[in-house]
């Protein structure tokens, strides 16, 4: 599993934040733990499978919101306290 984090500019509201979940969701559907947050202009997810920047740029991109870039580590699950 990976953590993808995109910066995205131009997130404005609460409907702008669900906008860009739905986006991730038809993009990768088994995508996990979508967040996105307008004050940090950042969209997170986990995923299984591979996450390619030109489809991800491309969806968001195309909602007219900004791509302004994105990384990709592994997941690590914490346990139940963080350990």
């Known amino acids: ?9 131009g997130m404005s509201c ?7 979940n739905d986006a ?4 990768y559907p088994g995508a996990k733990n979508i ?4 004050k940090k202009n950042l969209t997170t997810f986990i995923s299984d499978g591979p996450v390619e920047e030109s489809e991800v740029r491309s969806a968001i991109e195309g909602m007219g919101y900004v791509f302004a870039g994105m ?3 592994p ?3 914490r346990g139940l306290f963080g350990k």
């Open 24 to 27: 991730v969701r038809r993009l």
């Open 1 to 9: 599993m990976q953590q993808v984090k995109v910066s995205v500019e």
């Open 14 to 20: 609460s409907m702008c934040e669900a906008h860009v």
């Open 71 to 73: 990384s990709v580590e």
């Open 35 to 38: 967040r996105s947050s307008r």
């Open 75 to 77: 997941y690590v699950k």
